[in-house]
């Protein structure tokens, strides 16, 4: 009986991504940022590369506002006149804070480990510059470990699914960047922390700078496909079940 | 002999696994429509219409009749009390598998 409660609180739980908007929506926005980061990189120094990177910006900025209400505009009219609304408990502010505690505190301790990297001396600053290479990958773990979360709240296999796809990425663009490190030496960050930037150290800046636009991009256009594929798979599984549910 | 007097203790509002599913499916949400419940439960309307009444009757649930748009929209959610007595429910049952 408990097993059979557990069942269907997880299946409630799962009701907000049972319909696959979500990802269908998310996959699409995901898919068009990377296309128009990766373009930006490739016209860069061009009026074109100066347009695509106003585009990003724009893009970027209307995609996080408007989402949530495209989501839910899309939900009111397509889920849940066939299949029932739910409203989830909203997260109390003790609640919020307790779960935004330790991302704001990683993320702040993250910062001044670089800043103080920077300054200690030339071989920390190596290191603070060698992070640049790896944020991509940063994203791309912090994205599995989402999606893993919600797969074990919602036992849906296609977030179990999106977190493996996200790690594997993870690791084919780790093994794509290592040879960029070989660009660092020491030699590279030698000096003050925050004096002028050499013309050598500036050129090594851009590659790794290239390097991570064109990482963030492919990591945005394969999490932002398999999200797509993910979302039409949920959605033709979704209407089947309706389908079923009204003939029976 | 002591586990099954503690078995006769047992919420028989809640003892019915229709009703069971409709309260589980409520604590795990802030509210949830008619209709969704209709399509978890796999009940008919007017069985499920009468599983509800029951609950609400008991004072463990809420129903809210109001519209979205032009159609009507019936919200269902658990008060306090139904949350305590879910809760105190799983617990007897738990504890009466244990000893059996």
Request: net charge positive; charged share 15%; glycine share 8%.
């Amino acid at each position: 009986m408990d097993s059979t409660i557990v069942k269907v609180q997880q299946r409630t739980r799962a009701y907000w991504f049972a319909d696959g908007l979500n990802e269908i929506l998310s996959g699409t926005f995901a898919l068009i940022l990377g296309v128009l980061i990766l373009l930006k990189n490739h016209f860069q120094s061009t009026s074109l590369g100066e347009f695509f990177s106003i585009t990003v910006n724009i893009f970027l900025l209307a995609g996080a506002l408007s989402m949530p209400v495209l989501l839910r505009r899309a939900k009111e009219h397509i889920t849940y006149p066939h299949s029932g609304y739910v409203a989830y408990k909203a997260l109390t502010r003790s609640e919020r804070v307790k779960q935004g505690l330790p991302v704001i505190m990683s993320f702040l301790l993250f910062v001044i480990l670089i800043a103080i990297s920077i300054l200690v001396s030339a071989q920390t600053r190596l290191w603070a510059m060698a992070m640049i290479i790896w944020l991509p990958e940063l994203m791309g773990i912090v994205a599995g470990v989402i999606f893993l979360r919600l797969a074990q709240q919602t036992g849906l296999l296609r977030q179990a699914v999106l977190s493996g796809v996200s790690f594997v990425t993870v690791v084919w663009l780790g093994w794509r960047s290592s040879p960029l490190l070989g660009l660092l030496s020491l030699k590279l960050t030698e000096g003050s922390g925050w004096g002028v930037m050499p013309a050598q150290v500036g050129a090594v800046m851009r590659v790794l700078m290239m390097s991570l636009y064109n990482d963030t991009a492919f990591l945005l256009i394969i999490l932002g496909c398999a999200a797509l594929i993910s979302g039409v798979v949920g959605r033709l599984q979704y209407l089947k079940e309706r389908h079923n549910v009204r003939s029976a | 002999m002591c586990a099954l007097r503690d078995h006769t203790a047992i919420d028989r509002v809640l003892h019915e696994p229709a009703r069971a599913v409709i309260v589980a499916i409520l604590d795990a949400v802030e509210s949830a429509d008619f209709l969704y419940l209709l399509r978890e439960t796999g009940l008919t309307k007017g069985n499920l219409s009468a599983h509800l009444a029951k609950l609400e009757a008991a004072g463990y649930i809420t129903i809210q009749k109001t519209f979205r748009g032009k159609l009507p929209l019936t919200l269902c959610s658990l008060t306090p009390q139904g949350k305590q007595a879910f809760a105190d429910y799983r617990q007897q049952l738990a504890e009466f598998i244990a000893k059996t």
